[in-house]
């Protein structure tokens, strides 16, 4: 990567990381953050504060690791079988480029299906990467997923969208 | 098809023995809806916080066991609930859950209008019925009102028979629980704040209510979450500050000891709450400058009461249980035997730091969210019990636990920490309330 990311690197980027996902290569998943990077799932329609309301995520990444051992931990019996997911997702937009403080919005609309044993549940969302560069490479400051449907009653969602 | 439980009310009381209940109770449909007509009329079921319908004309659509209700804001100092459909044609009188009508229920069929205490304010084209006895039927009474509506320090429930016992009988001493919530306010008053979460979950609702006081599974159904949590921290390093986070999962994976010293108190009626001498919410670090708050509002020996309360989960029975140390309410709405909707509700003490609704909202989605680790703990075993009451090896559920033959008569009780006694004491009141209007 030069000294700004392309356009297109940003794509290749957001792509890569619902890669890893499906893959459930989540170690590597877990490097994309910076050490103060958030996932942010949010429980109302346009959320605009993660700390007084209250969202379906919102997890630093002491949060997220702990989420990550837990789901291959041995007595996690809710794994048992195994969940597994599939994000289907349209182009990534480049909204927003701040190459002076290198720093990247972009916005995904995206199908993401969880399925375990026999039930297969399909979520949509609306995704917005807030990407910035540490050394020379591309990270996660912010995840915000959005569902279109955060306020419904929903069932258990194991994996990340 | 032929009736097993209906009108029978020998059949209903053989399915609760004092150690053991048939698995009936969490499977069978029939049983369901004879919950809905006789345990949930008879009992008192929480409906909503005065604070969601703070302005006159403003309302919440919701639910009392199976029957669409409304709570509304009638007067300035009065709530009501009505049921939740038109008297016309029976069309549900809201469509938003939440919001305000004005001065009128207007019904979007054929504009009807009701006044908010659910007269019938207005039909267009009256003169149709001139003449045709209208005032004598149904329709000319408006929207009916929920019979039995009381207001507690902002909690509103409501009965919708006349049988069973008045507020103040059927929950009798467990009210502390509401009042020591209420109580955690410098202002002695709670605003619905921060968000609901809604998890629909596929059992029956009584096993969630079971497990608000089953003590003995934290440490190895939330191994998971918990004990991961309290292996990931100890990799920090050496003086880091606890966060938030960890001082919430951590303590669910607490030793036995330290749950049954807690304590379980049983109260009548089904109600009861763990944690009478401590909790898993003892050991939260200090909000600055709230002591300082409840000292001015309430003297120092009285706000050190408050504080000192460290009640985990209290039932209401039958479907709705408060923690009052972090100001959250779960209500357990059945669906249908095997569906439940469990909805958690977060509570801002007015007048208090920010940082405790903070915590409650954190805790609600680490701990509630239908994506929470804990969720996905508990949801796991309650549906592989589900599913497993199946197998007909037995019939029956174990509840046996630290019982003793003289429990039955006994009256605002302490006992173990782990003892399954509240839950006996809660299949007891599902006997007297659904078989008391047979």
Known sequence: MGTVPTDQQLIDFVVREARLLDQQRLEDWLNLFTEDGHYWMPVERGQTDPKLTTSLMYEDKLLLRIRIDRLKGKATHSQSPKSRCHHMMQTPQVDERDDGQQHYVTWTPMHYVESRADEQTLYAAWVTHHLITVDGALKIRLKRVDLINCDAALGSIQLFV | ?438
């Open chain 2, 1 to 438: 098809m032929i009736s097993k439980y209906r009108g029978n009310r020998q059949a209903i009381s053989a399915l609760v023995r004092e150690t053991e209940v048939h698995r009936d109770v969490y499977l069978d449909q029939e049983l369901f809806e004879l919950e809905m007509e006789h345990l949930f009329a008879n009992t008192w079921i929480y409906v909503g916080h005065d604070s969601q319908v703070p302005k006159v004309g403003d309302y919440y659509a919701t639910t009392i066991g199976a029957q669409p209700v409304i709570m509304v804001r009638d007067t300035p100092d009065s709530v009501k609930v009505l049921y939740n459909r038109c008297p016309h044609k029976g069309t549900r009188l809201t469509g938003d859950t939440c919001g305000n009508v004005g001065r009128f229920f207007r019904c979007p069929y054929h504009a009807w209008t009701f006044r908010l205490d659910g007269s019938l304010a207005g039909i267009p084209l009256k003169g149709g019925y001139d003449n045709t006895g209208f005032a004598e039927s149904h329709s000319a009474r408006g929207m009916t009102a929920v019979r039995h509506v009381h207001n507690y320090r902002g909690f509103v429930f409501g009965k919708l028979s006349d049988v069973g016992p008045g507020f103040d009988e059927f929950f009798g001493e467990a009210l502390s629980s509401i009042d020591n919530m209420v109580d955690r306010s410098p202002a002695g008053k709670l605003e619905v704040a921060g968000g609901v979460l809604r998890y629909r979950h596929d059992c029956n609702w009584k096993m969630l209510v079971d497990n608000l006081t089953d003590t003995c599974h934290p440490m190895i159904a939330h191994q998971s979450s918990a004990g991961t949590t309290v292996d990931v921290w100890k990799s920090a390093p050496a003086g880091a500050k606890k966060p938030m986070a960890v001082e919430i999962y951590a303590p669910f994976a607490s030793p036995y000891e330290f749950f049954q010293t807690m304590g379980i108190r049983i109260w009548d009626n089904g109600h009861g709450h763990t944690g009478v001498s401590h909790s898993i919410h003892s050991d939260y670090s200090a909000v600055p400058g709230y002591f300082d708050q409840m000292k001015a509002a309430y003297g120092e020996e009285r706000a050190k009461a408050i504080l000192g309360e460290n009640r985990h989960n209290t039932v209401y029975f039958p479907n709705v249980t408060v923690k009052g140390p972090i100001q959250l309410l779960r209500l357990f709405k059945p669906v249908a035997a095997n569906k439940t909707l469990v909805e958690s509700w977060a509570f801002r003490l007015v007048g208090a730091p920010d940082m405790l609704l903070e915590r409650t909202v954190m805790y609600n989605r680490l701990v509630n969210a239908p994506t929470s680790i804990v969720g996905h703990d508990d949801l796991e075993v309650y549906e592989r019990a589900q599913a497993g009451l199946a197998s007909n090896g037995n019939e029956w559920v174990n509840i046996q636990r630290l019982y003793a033959a003289d429990e039955p008569g006994q009256r605002n009780v302490v006992t173990d920490g782990t003892s399954e006694g509240q839950m006996r004491n809660q299949f007891r009141a599902w006997t007297k309330f659904m078989t008391m209007s047979l």
